[in-house]
């Protein structure tokens, strides 16, 4: 009995250990901010960063001189079918996408496959009739047309496409009327998280970003 209480024991405190040892790398790394002295010349181009206070998504123009996202999205995937402006796009968990609309809904099971590498992924995109609105959950980025290249080049390879190169919509899977989702590439886990994944497209692309982070609060944080 005394071993199987020690054995418990060691293994509450791992895991507490592990768990803070997670949270304070996530404080200081997340604080770190990189790119913050980038070349701002020739800046014309307006997206977002956006948070519904726990997952993150880029809000990048529909179509421009540079790029055009009907060679990935179409607003024919949503419910609606109307045209956009912009659209909004995120990365994260393929289980948590379809099965946790509210935390309600998250059972230990999704929770483990999510936190373990189990699960797969998908990319959810919202269609929007016209450009966002600044506000505290909703940043700014201006960018110039390179940076703008780098950051369609840094998502544009996580959506997964067929033998013909065409994306693949999740067909009967939505949120709202203006939305859909898509098979996606990588696997969501403990230290890659839907944010992680935002904040490493960012960082690629050369703009403002921090070293690590699972929350949204950091990158926010970085646009305030």
């Known amino acids: 009995m005394k071993r199987l209480f020690s054995l418990l024991l060691r293994s509450v405190l791992l895991l507490t250990g592990t768990a803070c040892t997670y949270v304070l790398s996530a404080l200081l790394l997340g604080g770190i901010e990189v790119h913050a002295d980038r070349n701002r010349d020739d800046e014309s181009i307006r997206v977002y960063l956006h948070s519904n206070g726990v997952h993150t998504d880029i809000i990048v123009p529909m179509k421009n001189a540079v790029f055009d996202w009907h060679e990935v999205v179409n ?37 483990l496959r999510a936190i373990s590498g189990m699960d797969g992924s998908l990319i959810h995109v919202s269609f929007l009739s016209r450009e966002p609105s600044r506000g505290n959950r ?77 929350f949204a609060y950091n990158l926010l944080a970085v646009y305030d």
């Open 75 to 111: 607003p024919a995937h949503s419910l609606s079918g109307r045209t956009a402006e912009y659209v909004a796009i995120g990365w994260g968990s393929r289980d948590f996408y379809l099965n946790v609309r509210e935390w309600r809904d998250l059972s230990a099971a999704a929770a």
């Open 138 to 214: 909703t940043m700014l980025l201006t960018l110039s047309k390179t940076e703008y290249e780098r950051l369609t080049a840094q998502i544009r390879p996580y959506f997964q496409t067929n033998e013909y190169g065409a994306t693949l919509p999740v067909a009967g899977t939505h949120y709202s009327s203006n939305d859909a989702f898509y098979q996606a590439k990588g696997r969501y886990h403990l230290f890659y998280t839907c944010n992680t994944w935002t904040n490493e497209r960012l960082k690629q692309s050369g703009l403002p970003a921090v070293i690590w982070t699972p």
